[in-house]
């Protein structure tokens, strides 16, 4: 019997309006390496959402798009500030440090959110030759966590780093997830925050392959195409990257697929928020639900469905919703996870 | 009117096949980063191809496929011999020097083959501190003119390799190219030849995105994994590209594209040897015709058709074929060549 | 009036045994770059200390001798396990990160000091390609804050980093200051404790320039000359450098430069000690006091001492001993901190 | 019995007025890391010889010169044209690429100089993402062959740069020698012909460790403070680097030591240039000969001086002089030549 998956939103497939746009770009030739019609198109879809002033590139995965937006962003003597849960930290096996040559400030927090307090305690020695300077901070939204960052939060952040000489960039793997439970429009919570570099993420709202880095502040942009070809992300069909985020820059699918997901998640969380042995330990206001439940039963879900235990001394566990989950797999999550039996 | 390409075979869009492929993929969830059906069938079509001592790993692109395979290869203070014609010195802004740290020893030629005649005068100052020490002989198969290196003449480099410490890497941007013409097996002239890791490409013989890395020296690939997760190359939905090669690698596919491609190179070189203004520069042996003409005549032809102009100063031209290249547009294409009217 | 200096140990000119071996060494012509007589003097020097089976290596500075250690202990996709007061860590300006391309796990203490207990915390992953793997623990002796790891606590740890396949690292930028302080010989809390590779300090105990990275696994030493010239770290006149460190390891001078520094440092704690607004906040075990003190009493001490305030929120200060430390300057330091009038 | 050495300009010691500049600066303390009176006096030497509007950094050896000087002057994607005899591509073991990030362009000559016509061929695909981007010109004053750059060549290359938004780099490990044979000021054929950055050359002129990155163009110079220590280059007891320089700067000491140097060189020159089977194969314009001898007669004098055999196929060998190289010694190593017998 196969599994149903609540492990995470890349376990989900392509969205059938992406695989039919990958379908519908695929006539005849096309100009490689970007200078073809459709990545024009794609990114006229994404002023349409954020003005004409901003640049934009694709590139494979997120961590690219978060090193590449780094390595313009920074020179190597300067540090990024992040928080300690931040994929950046956890999840990019050392790229951040190799490919920019720099270092991660951490913060450490219990939301995955940073705030001008808890990120100050790292502006010192500022002009010290011996020291790190910071240069940029980076926040996740929605965070690691699935919380989310409101406009003026980021707002907050962006003005402190400006008034610090220090950049903002924004792990936006899914950013849509953010800003549909934010209800408000993907610029609203970015450029119009004042985000200065934004990974735009792709492949987790039903994309196959794709991630966008969005330049708000065009300055930074200046030498991209170069840091992007050299840093091994320039994709020579650049086409079916484009058509796929021309897609999802379409009839509203970004907003659909990510409010979906969150719905999801709604429900779950509703549905199990009252079991005595389940202890929600983070604020559900995406796609993701941080839970703490017995081990015993983690066993006993698990003949079923799959999802993460995030922190194995807690039992803590990650349960994530996508495009794709269905109400009816929800449901049969609800109440196998209240009805299990389990020993203590 | 909408030009014909000659330009290069990743102006092609995705095989039927391929795209088929990918989705009869999209079926449900799978778990991500590779942990997947798709890529266990993927991998066990190549050990098909290849045996079964072989550990492959997928990349996005040809840069990153090359790049990553001589991170595995060599230390930051060992340098590479390459071709002053090969993709890793020409075409790839710096990434070979930049992730792997180390230097690239050119080889001037005519034909963009290595020989150990011309490669042993790089074979110098060996475990002198102050000069970077060889640690990899990098070739192109197909070379980046076209040209094909027969079994004997991989052996003869492989075995000056490793009589000097040496490994050696082959860039098969085009190895399905190469086999096919010269009609012997993928491992023929890769495993059999003593080829230590090869970067096979997928895009140029019909993927959307995706080449692999093939070890066949497996204590290189010890690491690999963490070197392509640091080196940004971990793609989450994998099944989508490991779909792909099993495609490209099931019911000859891998054979069919590119005997297509190398045969319609063939026909176009046979239809224009003999006009007086054309001189076919490089043995024709693959999919590439590199020849000069009339700059005016260039000109003309770039009224209906797309080619690169290698060299500038003396009007080289680059002539790409691919899978499906039309016979009626070589045809129309040889025909131009022919009757076009220029001044001289 | 000049003022006296508590700063650092490098604030200290040369000792004048260390000068005489330097002009003596100023004789005629010796082959550059190490293949002299002085250099295999020095060399021999260091094994009468620690044993024939290590390999030395001279280098300039402190930063160097411990990223050029990493680079030969680590893979780029492996993490440095350190406590977060560690001179790597803060005073490094980012070399460990672009040098090695690496992480820094932080430990976060109250003395500096590691243990298997607070560094287990960064075992996990293991494997696990999205995460660095932690391949080095590294320590500092005498720590940041003047502390003192015993040849037991060593060891502890050295077991601990080779049963997780990891090494251990030292950085004895004061491992000298270490050995007097335990009345052990440098080789007790190094080598025969399970280090792998020290970072020698000679600079701040009487060097004028010069520090040695000594491998007591000799296995990571193999490319070592390279990495070191590829570092930027190979003196040409290596001579005197090795001279110096021969002088060092002559006449127990390491030793009497040490203990007299680490004295001095015992003598100021113990006149001001029962200071009531003196609190000393580290155990003073070689030649460094941490202290908090009033604000008031800092600014009118800088009149005629010069130290550093370490922590500008609680007014902690470092005040620092060296070889050349005089006794009537602690007094007279201790004098003032003393009967210094200041408003609280 | 001992040899008398003609290797290189490094096989010589400290001169005795700059060890006598050492010992003077051993009085007292003084503040680390370049803080101090010392190399305040220093950079004001260096503003005697250059002017106001200059900035100076001391550093430790001439490949640590050369790439920081690189790192300040380019990007990653940028490559740097050189000749193919350059320090920076034969003698420092792969540390441009890899603490750059970049790529060098290589331009061969018969003398080792540069010029606009040479260096031209390197100067296409400018603006194209896949091809790295020349951006920085270096040469070596005097060159890796002894020959000198005139201020008018230099010139000449200055302005070729700058219309191409190049920066000129000078690696200056023997520019005084070069000033000096061209009978000019240090200026005049550095800054006042249009170099940017200036590699300065202390420790084959006399000095005992220590080169300066001097910056005509103070805008590169920005950051360098922190380019300097995060490249591991930054010298804690900077004092004892500055007293050398200051000693070298003063009474015209650069200039007669470098000018001993040449006359050395030259005197040895006129003695050898009439022996039949002696081909001086390169200009005497410094303190270097280059020159063909039979095999035998390298051998035979061998068992009295030392020198080195440039290129093992040709029998051409690199006969150096410096500051202490005695007149006595180049007559007795004249006549040798003259005199030894050998069989052909």
């Not at 392509?14 to 019609?37: C, R, S």
């Not at 879809?45 to 003005?51: A, L, S, T, V, Y």
């Not at 913060?107 to 020291?131: A, C, F, M, S």
């Not at 006993?300 to 794709?324: C, G, P």
Request: proline share 2%; charged share 20%.
């Amino acid at each position: 019997m196969s599994l149903i998956y609540f492990a995470s939103d890349n376990y989900a497939g392509i969205h059938p309006e992406i695989l039919n746009a990958i379908e519908k770009a695929n006539q005849g030739y096309a100009t490689a390496y970007g200078d073809d019609e459709q990545t024009k198109t794609a990114i006229g879809k994404f002023r349409e959402q954020f003005g004409d002033d901003i640049d934009v590139f694709f590139v494979f995965n997120g961590t690219a798009a978060n090193v590449t937006s780094l390595i313009a962003m920074n020179n190597s003597y300067q540090a990024v500030i992040c928080a300690d849960s931040a994929h950046i930290q956890m999840d990019e096996c050392g790229a951040p440090e190799k490919f920019c040559g720099g270092k991660l400030l951490l913060v450490p927090t219990n939301d995955g959110k940073l705030t001008p307090e808890n990120v100050v305690k790292h502006i010192y020695r500022i002009g010290d030759q011996h020291h790190v300077q910071p240069g940029v901070i980076s926040i996740s939204q929605t965070t690691e966590y699935g919380t989310v960052y409101t406009p003026k939060e980021v707002r907050a952040l962006a003005n402190f780093a400006h008034e610090h000489q220090m950049y903002l960039h924004m792990d936006g793997a899914r950013i849509c997830n953010a800003a549909a439970a934010l209800n408000v429009s993907l610029s609203t919570v970015t450029k119009e925050s004042g985000v200065d570099v934004l990974s735009f993420g792709g492949t987790k709202n039903g994309l196959m392959i794709g991630e966008a880095v969005v330049f708000f502040n065009r300055s930074l942009a200046k030498n991209f195409l170069f840091i992007r070809k050299q840093s091994m992300q320039l994709a020579s069909k650049m086409r079916f990257i484009s058509a796929q985020f021309s897609a999802l820059l379409s009839n509203n699918l970004w907003h659909r697929n990510a409010a979906h997901a969150n719905a999801m998640a709604t429900l779950l969380a509703e549905k199990i928020a009252d079991i005595p042995h389940i202890k929600i330990t983070q604020a559900v206001q995406a796609n993701a639900i941080f839970a703490k439940m017995p081990r015993e039963l983690i066993n006993q879900l698990y003949e079923k469905f799959f999802f993460y235990i995030w922190n194995e001394n807690t039992n803590e566990v990650r349960i994530m919703t996508s495009f794709n989950t269905k109400e009816s797999d929800v449901n049969a999550f609800a109440n196998a996870i209240r009805s299990t039996k389990f020993h203590d």
